[in-house]
């Protein structure tokens, strides 16, 4: 994550700043980017539970008819896309290191294919010291590596940390990131979910004055989107508790995050 000079102050609440948050759109227009887990569905105990609402899909549905939207997950591309299943939506997997747009455009990008036998390793080394660790779930993403422990004894953890740490000591080519409850392997290079926001912005024309970006996310991955855009967009940290967060406002949960969606819809369909 990005260091940070901002003191840990509590965020306003984007629900009750919406009608402040739309009255910057005027003669403007959105771009919408948005994570995956805790953020569109809870947090769950494993990743193939946080199965998208029907509710949500539909919001997403309407806010893509009126706006760019797009997904910036750490989950592999092809999963985070079946997941969702909008058509008109823009996707990024692994943090960004794979971003694919609907049919009809010709946005793709994908980087870090030097890394997928290394990757492969380290799986396979992880594995095979923690692997049998009840409640371990050590989920290989082609990219990158995601080592979840929410369902694991608090005991083991130090030494689930310790595998990883101990491949990354013999592995350069590959760095630690922390998350909820799980430790995400990369590789080690300038890529992050910010960067893919800025990458997308410009792929489809959107890095103008005219265009306010807008991030929600709930984890420390997010955090790279939310200091890419401190200066020209709208951060929000899906949270229900205070954290520090380089963002702008906050959202309590997903309940919240559909209201604002939709309140964000209306005001871009009244645009067009």
């Known amino acids: ?16 700043s919406v009608n402040q948050i739309i009255a910057r759109f005027d003669e403007k227009q959105a771009a ?47 999963d985070v896309r079946q997941l969702v299943g909008v058509v008109d939506v823009f996707y990024a997997g692994n943090h960004g ?30 594995q095979s010291k923690v692997g049998h660790i009840d409640g371990i779930l050590i989920e290989h993403k082609r990219l990158s590596l995601s080592v979840h422990y929410r369902l694991v004894a608090d005991s083991e953890v130090p030494g689930i940390e310790a595998a990883v740490d101990d491949v990354i000591t013999h592995e350069p080519k590959l760095r630690k990131h922390h998350g909820k409850k799980v430790f995400e392997i990369r590789p080690r290079i300038g890529w992050d979910k910010g960067k893919a926001v800025l990458w997308l912005l410009d792929a489809l024309a959107l890095d103008a004055d005219t265009v306010i970006p807008v991030y929600i996310g709930d984890d420390v991955t997010d955090e790279d989107a939310f200091h890419a ?6 951060g929000i940290r899906v949270m229900d508790e205070h954290t520090f967060s380089q963002a702008h406002y906050r959202l309590c949960d ?16 009244r645009a067009r």
């Open 254 to 269: 997903t309940k919240e995050v559909k209201k604002f969606l939709d309140a964000l819809a209306t005001m871009a369909a």
């Open 97 to 126: 290191l794979e971003i694919a747009g609907p049919h009809q455009t010709q946005i793709k990008y994908e980087q870090g294919l030097d890394y997928v036998d290394v990757v492969d390793a380290a799986y396979r080394s992880i």
């Open 1 to 16: 994550m990005n260091g940070s000079s901002s003191a840990m102050i509590e965020l306003p609440s984007a629900l009750v």
């Open 32 to 78: 919408v980017f948005l994570d995956y887990d805790g953020t569109l569905t809870p947090i769950v105990d494993r990743p193939e539970l946080a199965v998208l609402s029907d509710e949500m899909r539909e919001a997403l549905k309407r806010l893509a008819q009126v706006c760019t939207t797009a997904i910036i997950s750490g989950r592999a591309l092809a």
């Open 229 to 234: 855009l401190k200066e020209r967009g709208i």
